[in-house]
């Protein structure tokens, strides 16, 4: 298996979740900077232009955060990152596609791409500001779904590794103070010596 990641981009997540898992593979770097992924030759494994991108050992490819996510931890049950019951997995689901969808493809975008989203320059620091508005707005819904439990489930699973992607961008990327329940949960996070792993690997820490 290879990731196609960017350092510190939402594909942190999944190179904590390879390993958590203790998966096999190898990482590659593409640089958003330089428009790598725009290229015809990433576009050719990718044409959505994103990363992550899980590319199989078959060659196929395998896009989309919680796709990814929830294949990896299907790899490896031992592992314990997806949950085994039925509300379990939905209140899994139910935080990591919010995170996804609300909080880095609606808050997190607009604070960071506002071209995407008007394309007159004069109205990008009411898109930036609308962003960070739902950026923070989608940390307090998270931090009543944690509550005082150390993991979103209790325990850790998948979902926790979404969480962490969007705090880096708050907390990591100085662009908002996590509120204490979701810092708590940041710190703890960067305890574990998988997130420590792929922290290292993407040159965050060291
Ligand atoms: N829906 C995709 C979104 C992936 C995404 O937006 N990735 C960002 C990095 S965090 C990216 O590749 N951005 C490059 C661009 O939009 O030009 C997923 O969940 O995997």
């Not at 705090?167 to 329940?181: A, I, M, Y």
Request: glycine share 10%; charged share 20%.
């Amino acid at each position: 298996m290879k990731l196609l990641y960017a350092p510190g981009a939402c594909s942190l997540g999944i190179h904590i979740i390879l390993e958590e898992i203790g998966a096999s593979y190898e990482a590659q770097a593409v640089n958003l900077r330089a428009g790598e992924h725009f290229t015809t030759e990433f576009r050719a494994i990718n044409p959505k232009a994103k990363v992550p991108v899980l590319v199989l050992d078959d060659g196929s490819a395998l896009t989309e955060w919680l796709a990814i996510a929830l294949y990896l931890a299907e790899q490896v049950p031992a592992a314990g990152l997806w949950p085994p019951g039925p509300l379990e997995r939905g209140r899994a689901m139910e935080a990591m596609a919010y995170i996804n969808s609300f909080m880095h493809g609606h808050g997190f975008a607009r604070m960071f791409r506002p071209e995407r989203f008007a394309p007159d320059a004069g109205q990008h620091e009411t898109v930036r500001t609308e962003g960070r508005r739902i950026f923070a707005e989608g940390f307090e819904l998270i931090a009543g779904l944690l509550g005082d439990r150390d993991y979103l489930l209790g325990t850790f699973s998948i979902a926790d590794a979404a969480l962490f992607y969007v705090s880096f961008w708050g907390e990591g990327r100085k662009t908002l103070e996590l509120p204490p329940r979701i810092a708590a949960h940041y710190a703890r996070m960067l305890e574990r010596p998988a997130v420590r792993r792929a922290m290292i690997a993407e040159g965050l820490a060291s």
